[in-house]
Structures are given as C-alpha cells and as structure tokens.
C-alpha cells in the first residue's frame, strides 16, 4: 500500500513539473487578456488556451481607399497604434518608429502594420494618402486607416486596450491619445505592449516578432 502512495506522489510531483515547464517564459511571450495588462504565460494544454483574448472583425478604409478587414491580417503578425496626421506631439515619433518596423521587415510578407487614426472625420483618405508619402509608408506593408469614429474607439478601447485613461474613466467621448505599439500574434491574440515613442522599444518589437516566427508557424 505504501508503494502505491509513492508512486501515486511521484506521478503527481512529475505532472506538476511537466505542466510547469511546459512554458519557458524566456522563450516564449505571454498573452495579454485585459486592459491592466498583466502578461499571462498560457499552455497549449491548459483550459484557459481556447479562451484567450483575440482582436475581432473589423473593416476600416486604408490611404489607397482600400477596404482592410481582420481577413488582410488574418494569419500574420503586425503591430497596431492609434495616430493623427495633424498630431505634433507623440506622432511623428510614433511614425518614425513604424517606420523602422517597416524597414527592418520589408521583405517579410508575414508581418504588417497596422495604423488607426483617431480624428477620422478630417484623415480622410487623401489627408492620410499625403501623410503616407511623407512617412515613405509602404502600401503593402503598413496601413493607415480611417473610418466611423465609434468603430476607431470600440476596437481601440475593447479590443487592443489601447485607452489608458478609458480605463480610469469610462468616458466614451475623450480623446483616445496613446503611445502603445500593440503587436499581434497570426492568431489575432495580444502579445506585446511597448512604448511607441521610443526606439529601444522598436528593438525590442523586432525581437519578439522573430520570436513569434519561429514560433508560430
């Protein structure tokens, strides 16, 4: 009977240790579910896997006065944020740091961005064309899009918790005005929150986005 325990023990101390290591949190990024943030490393195997958090449809109009939709990004990895051409503060950072995004991965047809303005009403398609020719945005790579503002704000605020201070407020009608460069795993799943503004965070989205190649496959 004694035995019994013992290996009953044993089992159950190997399974523990097995579940455990079944994410290296060194190698492998964690999810993000919730607008605090709070990084989650989820098994494949856990019950909370088919449960994770993903980005829903949604259909927007790009600087080429072409549609975009979940379906052009179905299957890739890209990075998200939330601008306005006449912003000139955080912005032009912002863009320069998309930029360097879209150089570092311009041949890789696996990984887009992607940009949301969120004064759609006066980026209309040529405002945000003029701004893509002069950020040297690459059409096939990086979109820029408008559309109906509660559409922007919803998917900005409920679906990439993108609005730090909705968080606090709950206020529908403040200005959404962030610094976060969201990256999106081929799965529509939240993977990475940086700092947009700075280029040691670019670096450090480079990083990760090698990472989720190999990967996600």
Known sequence: MKNNIYIVLALSTLMACNTASEVNKEMTLPFFNSAEFTPEWISETSEQYATIHKIPAFKFTNQEGKSVTNKTYEGKIYVVDFFFTSCPGICPRLAKNMGALQAAFKD???????SHSVTPVKDSVPVLKEYALENNVDSKKWNLVTGPKKEIYDIARKAYFADE?????QDEDAFIHTEN???IDKKGRIRGVYNGTLAVETERIVRHIKLLKKKLK
């Open 181 to 183: 460069f969201i990256l």
């Open 108 to 114: 890789d047809k696996e990984v887009l961005l992607l």
């Open 165 to 169: 201070d909705f968080v606090k407020t």
